[in-house]
């Protein structure tokens, strides 16, 4: 028994050591030298660090505890990292490693209907996310040869915007005005209205509270749009670091959509506070400060951010990425430095106003001051025969009615021209959550230049509006259909929308 029970054991050893040496031969050892920094100041959402002599620009860092941060100062003894994740549990004299990588965020069609942060950490409560590709945060911008002219108008189905400030998939439109004026509700509208038209929506909060960013979402649910949103958001509590690089990261988030031929839209809720993240951040790198304690690059922060926004040539894939940059102004001073800079970088500018917000003429749009350097190449044929002259006529009469507050005597022609104007601004009100549809905008819009409105009384406005809506939708749906496609209306489709224009007025006024 003993000689069987010591050949067993015999056996068992020598099998184990050939198992072992196998795994020996096919083991090739190398030796790998890794950077081992030490902390010696935090604070502030930012660290320095020394002992990283080969670090890169903007590679990412890890300190103890999975906290990521960004190499961002890269000075001769020592190097600036910006935090990623709260510091509650670091401190001086920790250790911090090399990773080798750039800053990356998740892409793919997961991200779908998620609420995420910029490293693509789930901020919903549904679970972890699994996409198969990662890119850099900082991407160069599309070359000139690969752009493409700005051709297909993005449908805001804000009647105010859509005729008189248009906006083409690829451009870029600065939203600014004061507080509580209705900006972030101008984007809301017009990520809703993108639904059933194969257009992704990215919105990105930045520095948002998070009981707004909380409302915002419920909305986009409440309206079936999460199907086709990424909400990326940095909160005002987050810190700075991760504000900082929240634009860029949703923006490589739509850029994957838009390699692949489709049409993007994003929002970036809002500009300032990413520029007051950025400054705060410069201040406690000691980079030196310029207007207004910004840093002198400031201006190259945003304008390699909004770059990235174009519709590219058919033969780099086709698709559009769309940017709704949204800036808050303080006492309307829309010549501030970031708001200025904003307006030079992009392709024009929807300015609200709370003279008006404070009036209850929503949305708050002050037409003479907003303008689209690109749009009205790409808005559709129809608003072209209908509103061409809309935009002056309206400004005309802005002018006029802020003339005759003096008191001054009108002659017949001028007091027309005022209760005409006040008849299209009613028409141009607009309550949230209502996107309407192009057709529907403009038979509206053709009665009122074409003064079927003018013997309604102002009050009843909205409900004869309403009824030509309805019955352009029963009895044209064929025209509906033209002008949804974008063809060109002629003079019998201008006629028959007309004169159901003019008797939906008159049996309205009949029955009233």
């Not at 009122?448 to 509006?465: M, N, R, Y």
Request: charged share 25%.
């Amino acid at each position: 028994m003993t000689d069987i029970h010591s050949l067993s054991w015999q056996n068992l050893l020598d099998e184990t050591v050939a198992i072992s040496q196998q795994v020996l031969d096919r083991h090739n050892l190398q030796l790998q030298i890794e950077e081992v920094g030490t902390v010696t100041y935090l604070g502030g959402g930012i660290a320095r660090a020394v002992g990283l002599p080969s670090v890169q620009a903007e590679e990412l860092v890890k300190f103890p505890g999975n906290c990521y941060g960004m190499a961002y100062n890269l000075d001769r003894d020592e190097v600036g990292i910006i935090l990623l994740d709260d510091s509650e549990d670091l401190k001086a004299g920790c250790e911090v490693l090399r990773t080798g990588r750039v800053l990356d965020a998740p892409v793919g069609e997961e991200l779908l209907g998620r609420v995420i942060d910029a490293t693509g950490r789930p901020l919903d409560n549904q679970g972890a996310i699994s996409t198969a590709k990662r890119l850099p945060v900082e991407r160069e911008a599309p070359g000139i040869m690969q752009r493409a002219p700005v051709t297909v108008p993005l449908q805001t189905g804000i009647k105010v915007i859509d005729a008189l400030i248009p906006i083409g998939r690829g451009q870029r439109e600065l939203i600014l005005g004061d507080r509580a004026t209705g900006k972030t509700a101008i984007a809301l509208d017009t990520i809703i209205n993108q639904k059933g038209k194969d257009v992704i929506c990215v919105y990105c909060a930045i520095g948002q509270r998070s009981s707004a960013v909380a409302k915002l979402i419920a909305e986009l649910r409440q309206r079936e749009a999460m199907d086709y949103c990424i909400v990326v958001v940095a909160g005002g509590e987050t810190p700075p670091g991760l504000q900082y690089i929240t634009p860029y990261a949703a923006t490589t988030m739509a850029e994957y959509f838009r390699s692949q031929g489709k049409d993007v839209l994003i929002v970036y809720d809002d500009l300032i506070q990413h520029a007051r993240a950025y400054r705060e951040l410069s201040l406690l790198l000691r980079r030196p400060p310029g207007r207004e304690a910004f840093p002198g690059d400031i201006f190259y922060i945003h304008s390699r951010l909004l770059e990235r926004a174009t519709h590219l040539r058919p033969e780099f894939g086709g698709g559009s990425l769309t940017a709704l940059p949204i800036v808050e102004t303080e006492a309307q001073n829309i010549s501030a430095y970031i708001p200025t800079n904003l307006v030079s970088i992009t392709d024009g500018q929807i300015y609200l106003t709370p003279n008006l917000f404070h009036k209850g003429i929503l949305p708050a749009v002050d037409v003479g001051k907003s303008v689209s350097r690109v749009g009205g190449k790409t808005q559709l044929p129809a608003y072209r025969a209908v509103a061409g002259d809309l935009r002056l006529s309206y400004s005309q009469f802005e002018e006029l009615e802020a003339f005759s507050r003096f008191g001054t005597r009108l002659d017949e022609a001028t007091q027309k021209s005022i209760e005409r104007g006040q008849r299209v601004r009613e028409i141009l009100k607009q309550n949230q959550y209502q996107p309407i549809p192009v057709a529907e905008q403009i038979a509206v819009l053709l009665a009122a230049t074409q003064g079927s409105f003018d013997t309604v009384p102002v009050e009843k406005i909205k409900l004869v509006e309403n009824s030509i809506r309805q019955a352009v939708r029963e009895k044209l749906p064929d025209v509906c259909q033209r002008i949804e496609v974008g063809e060109q209306l002629n003079e019998s489709d201008l006629t028959n929308l007309l004169n159901i224009a003019e008797d939906t007025v008159e049996q309205v006024m009949q029955d009233n």
